[in-house]
């Protein structure tokens, strides 16, 4: 089994940009596509990204995804923050063996 | 609209047993894969279970084998999870997610206490 690690949390003020990362632990991160998730208080997930860069309809092109095989780790970029992105974020992947794979989650910070 | 809601959550003693149900609405239910998340009070989120669009393929974390059973019927575009053995640790809230995950439902609370 591999494992996604985040950061537990970062802070950014409202207008920069901030970048959460997600780094595989075995297996290569170009292998499955990787697919990012926010959660607001009391909220269900929803998808901001899937299959590494894609946005589904209605998330603002602020959000980003990419990946990097030399560091074997995806990333969520957010730029112009507003404090509604303040959340916690999930990557999640999987594998042949494991259907799906979760990172800690990220609590990102506006303020 | 895609629509996915939980329901059959609630209190149950170590040991009991409880039946969640997912009621999906929206889409085609028969061809997408299905998936069932959950999330401890406080803590992030883990994969449980995940099943075909046929029910011919099914896979289970380590920590629920053996005493969780995912199963679906397309004819009631409607996905299961059989909960057994419950213990302290199931506490969490349950979410039904059609794979790749770009739909959940709003979840539903399983408290597992004496």
């Known amino acids: 089994n591999f494992m996604l690690t985040q950061p537990h949390s970062v802070s950014e003020s409202p207008g920069k940009t901030v970048t959460i990362s997600c780094t595989r632990s075995?297996?290569?991160?170009?292998?499955?596509?990787v697919q990012w998730y926010q959660q607001r208080p009391g909220s269900s997930p929803t998808t901001v990204i899937y299959e590494d860069n894609q946005r589904p309809s209605g998330v603002p092109d602020r959000f980003s995804g990419s990946i990097d095989s030399s560091s074997n780790s995806a990333s969520l970029t957010i730029s112009g923050l507003k404090t509604e992105d303040e959340a916690d974020y999930y990557c999640q992947s999987y594998d042949s063996s494991n259907p799906w794979v979760f990172g800690g989650g990220t609590k990102l910070t506006v303020l | 609209q895609v629509q996915l809601v939980e329901s059959g959550g609630g209190l149950v003693k170590p040991g009991g047993s409880l039946r969640l149900s997912c009621a999906a609405s929206?889409?085609?239910?028969?061809?997408?894969?299905m998936s069932w998340i959950r999330q401890a009070p406080g803590k992030g989120l883990e994969w449980v279970s995940y099943?075909?669009?046929?029910?011919?393929?099914?896979y289970y974390a380590d920590s629920v084998k053996g005493r969780f059973t995912i199963s679906r019927d397309n004819a009631k575009n409607s996905l299961y999870l059989q909960m057994n053995s419950l213990r302290a640790e199931d506490t969490a809230v349950y979410y039904c997610?059609?794979?790749?995950?770009?739909?959940w439902g709003q979840g539903t609370l399983v408290t597992v206490s004496s």
């Open positions: 099943i075909s669009s046929s029910g011919s393929t099914i």
């Open positions: 929206g889409f085609t239910f028969s061809d997408y894969y």
């Open positions: 075995s297996g290569s991160i170009a292998s499955n596509y």
């Open positions: 997610a059609r794979v790749p995950g770009d739909y």
